[in-house]
C-alpha cells in the first residue's frame, strides 16, 4: 500500500495583510488572480516586495497549510525562528546561526547517539511561533523522539512516540509498525495508524509541552479551528461501519464511506460549515461536500473535475466568498473554485 505523509512547517504569521492585498495565488509557474480567475499581469509580480504583500500563500491565514514536507520527497534544507536559521546537520545534531551570516552552532541532539533508521525524511525540523521542533524517527522500541528548542537552542522538552507494536508470537517479539506522522498545527501534534489495519490508534501531542492524549481511532483527516492554529476536532476511520465519523467540538456525526480503508480528508470550516475532500489513495476520484457542523446535515455537494492521477495532497483555503481546492498530482497541479455558500463551480484550471 502507498504510504501517504502529509507534514506541516508551520511558519507563525504575526499580523495578517487584508484580503484584498492577499489575491495573488501560485499555481505551477504562474500567479492566478484570485479577484478574476485571470493569470496575474507580469508587471504586478515583478516587483519581489509587492509580490510579497500579495502573496495568499504566505499572507494569508491559511499559509501553514501550504508549508508542507512531503516525507517520501524533498525536505526543505532550513527553516527560520526569530530570524535564525536552523537545519539538520545529521542524524544527531541540528545546526542554527544567531545571524544568517554568523557560525553555525551545532547543537546534539541525542545525548546515546542512537542510529536513526534511513528514510528520507525521517529526520527534519519545523518552525512553529514559540521556537523550533525536531522530529526524529528511530528504529525499535524507541519510536519517534520530538524535540523543541527556542531561538539560543535551548531544550524546552524532550518526547518519544512508540510507532511499533510488539507481539509475542512463539517466544520472540513480532513487529507490528502502525503509527505514522500524519498532520500538525502550531500548537500540536498528530501521529496515526492511517496505513495499517492491524491497530486503530492516534496519538495527539501539545507542542507546549510534550504531554500526549491517546485516541483509540485512526484519524484519516483533522478539522482545524478557524483561526487555523488550533485542532477543533478529527475524521475517524470506522472500518466496521464503513463510515467516517466527524467528531468537532463535542459534535459527533458519521456519513457512509464504502471506500474506508482509501480515503484522506481535508477540510476547512466556515461559520457553521465543515467543508471537507475525501481523496483516495490509487484512484483519482476526489470527492466535495459542505455539512453542518453539528448535525452532519448536507448543505450542498460540490462538482470535482477529476485530474488524470490520484492527488498526493490536496490544499483547501478560502478568499473571501471563494472556497479553493488545489491538489497535487504528477506533472502539474490544478486549481478549482467554488462559492463557499452554494458550493458552485467558479474556476478550474484544468479547462
Given at each position: 500500500?502507498?504510504?501517504?505523509?502529509?507534514?506541516?512547517?508551520?511558519?507563525?504569521?504575526?499580523?495578517?495583510?487584508?484580503?484584498?492585498?492577499?489575491?495573488?495565488?501560485?499555481?505551477?509557474?504562474?500567479?492566478?488572480?484570485?479577484?478574476?480567475?485571470?493569470?496575474?499581469?507580469?508587471?504586478?509580480?515583478?516587483?519581489?516586495?509587492?509580490?510579497?504583500?500579495?502573496?495568499?500563500?504566505?499572507?494569508?491565514?491559511?499559509?501553514?497549510?501550504?508549508?508542507?514536507?512531503?516525507?517520501?520527497?524533498?525536505?526543505?534544507?532550513?527553516?527560520?525562528?526569530?530570524?535564525?536559521?536552523?537545519?539538520?546537520?545529521?542524524?544527531?545534531?541540528?545546526?542554527?546561526?544567531?545571524?544568517?551570516?554568523?557560525?553555525?552552532?551545532?547543537?546534539?541532539?541525542?545525548?546515546?547517539?542512537?542510529?536513526?533508521?534511513?528514510?528520507?525524511?525521517?529526520?527534519?525540523?519545523?518552525?512553529?511561533?514559540?521556537?523550533?521542533?525536531?522530529?526524529?524517527?528511530?528504529?525499535?522500541?524507541?519510536?519517534?523522539?520530538?524535540?523543541?528548542?527556542?531561538?539560543?537552542?535551548?531544550?524546552?522538552?524532550?518526547?518519544?512516540?512508540?510507532?511499533?507494536?510488539?507481539?509475542?508470537?512463539?517466544?520472540?517479539?513480532?513487529?507490528?509498525?502502525?503509527?505514522?506522522?500524519?498532520?500538525?498545527?502550531?500548537?500540536?501534534?498528530?501521529?496515526?495508524?492511517?496505513?495499517?489495519?492491524?491497530?486503530?490508534?492516534?496519538?495527539?501531542?501539545?507542542?507546549?509541552?510534550?504531554?500526549?492524549?491517546?485516541?483509540?481511532s485512526t484519524v484519516c483527516g483533522v478539522i482545524r479551528a478557524e483561526n487555523e492554529l488550533s485542532f477543533k476536532g478529527y475524521m475517524l476511520r470506522d472500518e466496521t461501519a464503513k463510515t467516517l465519523k466527524f467528531s468537532i467540538a463535542g459534535s459527533m456525526w458519521a456519513i457512509k464511506e464504502p471506500n474506508i480503508t482509501k480515503v484522506v480528508g481535508e477540510?476547512?470550516?466556515?461559520?457553521?460549515?465543515?467543508?471537507?475532500?475525501?481523496?483516495?489513495?490509487?484512484?483519482?476520484?476526489?470527492?466535495?461536500?459542505?455539512?453542518?457542523?453539528?448535525?452532519?446535515?448536507?448543505?450542498?455537494?460540490?462538482?470535482?473535475?477529476?485530474?488524470?492521477?490520484?492527488?498526493?495532497?490536496?490544499?483547501?483555503?478560502?478568499?473571501?466568498?471563494?472556497?479553493?481546492?488545489?491538489?497535487?498530482?504528477?506533472?502539474?497541479?490544478?486549481?478549482?473554485?467554488?462559492?463557499?455558500?452554494?458550493?458552485?463551480?467558479?474556476?478550474?484550471?484544468?479547462?
Amino acid at each position: 500500500m502507498r504510504k501517504f505523509y502529509i507534514a506541516f512547517q508551520l511558519i507563525f504569521t504575526v499580523g495578517v495583510v487584508s484580503g484584498q492585498a492577499q489575491s495573488l495565488y501560485k499555481l505551477n509557474d504562474t500567479y492566478i488572480d484570485l479577484e478574476t480567475f485571470t493569470k496575474a499581469d507580469a508587471s504586478a509580480t515583478s516587483d519581489s516586495v509587492a509580490l510579497a504583500e500579495k502573496d495568499f500563500k504566505k499572507k494569508s491565514r491559511f499559509a501553514a497549510r501550504f508549508n508542507v514536507v512531503d516525507l517520501m520527497g524533498e525536505i526543505p534544507p532550513v527553516v527560520y525562528y526569530m530570524d535564525r536559521p536552523f537545519r539538520v546537520i545529521d542524524d544527531n545534531h541540528i545546526g542554527y546561526k544567531v545571524t544568517p551570516g554568523s557560525k553555525e552552532i551545532k547543537l546534539q541532539t541525542n545525548s546515546e547517539e542512537e542510529s536513526i533508521e534511513k528514510l528520507p525524511g525521517s529526520h527534519f525540523v519545523l518552525g512553529l511561533s514559540d521556537g523550533i521542533l525536531n522530529v526524529q524517527r528511530f528504529e525499535g522500541k524507541l519510536g519517534y523522539r520530538v524535540s523543541k528548542f527556542d531561538e539560543w537552542g535551548k531544550l524546552k522538552f524532550k518526547q518519544n512516540v512508540q510507532h511499533t507494536l510488539y507481539i509475542d508470537k512463539d517466544g520472540s517479539d513480532f513487529a507490528v509498525p502502525y503509527l505514522s506522522y500524519f498532520a500538525h498545527t502550531d500548537r500540536f501534534m498528530v501521529f496515526t495508524s492511517l496505513n495499517t489495519r492491524t491497530v486503530h490508534k492516534t496519538v495527539v501531542m501539545d507542542l507546549k509541552d510534550g504531554k500526549l492524549n491517546n485516541i483509540e481511532s485512526t484519524v484519516c483527516g483533522v478539522i482545524r479551528a478557524e483561526n487555523e492554529l488550533s485542532f477543533k476536532g478529527y475524521m475517524l476511520r470506522d472500518e466496521t461501519a464503513k463510515t467516517l465519523k466527524f467528531s468537532i467540538a463535542g459534535s459527533m456525526w458519521a456519513i457512509k464511506e464504502p471506500n474506508i480503508t482509501k480515503v484522506v480528508g481535508e477540510t476547512l470550516l466556515n461559520d457553521s460549515l465543515i467543508i471537507f475532500a475525501r481523496y483516495y489513495k490509487g484512484t483519482p476520484t476526489v470527492s466535495l461536500a459542505a455539512c453542518n457542523a453539528k448535525t452532519g446535515k448536507v448543505v450542498w455537494v460540490g462538482q470535482v473535475k477529476q485530474p488524470a492521477g490520484a492527488p498526493d495532497i490536496l490544499y483547501m483555503s478560502a478568499y473571501k466568498n471563494k472556497l479553493l481546492l488545489e491538489g497535487v498530482i504528477p506533472g502539474k497541479n490544478f486549481l478549482e473554485a467554488f462559492d463557499i455558500n452554494t458550493g458552485k463551480t467558479l474556476y478550474c484550471s484544468l479547462d
